[in-house]
């Protein structure tokens, strides 16, 4: 199994999230006016520079993925109670 890094995981999540703004044919400026944050944070978040857990969240719900976010982690969760997640 390779090892996932968390700039793999930054990455991941930055192109996540240009992919639901394209979606919804959003600009970095309309959702973070959206959200109350910076358009430079969508920007460094897109570009896998910065994956707070709170902007992760504020995009997750802004987008509808929350609960599929929450369920990912629970799953977990309940299969690895033993384990920690470092």
Do not use: P
């Not at 639901?20 to 959200?35: N, P």
């Not at 709170?54 to 976010?69: G, M, N, P, R, S």
């Not at 929450?70 to 920690?84: E, I, L, P, R």
């Amino acid at each position: 199994m390779e090892l996932i890094t968390i700039k793999q995981t930054k990455e991941e999540l930055g192109k996540w999230c240009k992919v639901q703004r394209d979606r919804f044919e959003l600009s970095q400026q309309q959702l973070a006016e959206q959200l109350g944050i910076s358009r430079y944070t969508i920007q460094k978040f897109e570009s896998g520079k910065n994956s707070t857990i709170d902007t992760v969240l504020k995009i997750a719900h802004h987008f509808d993925d929350l609960e599929k976010f929450y369920n990912g982690v629970k799953a977990y969760n309940d299969q690895n109670t033993n384990h920690s997640l470092y």
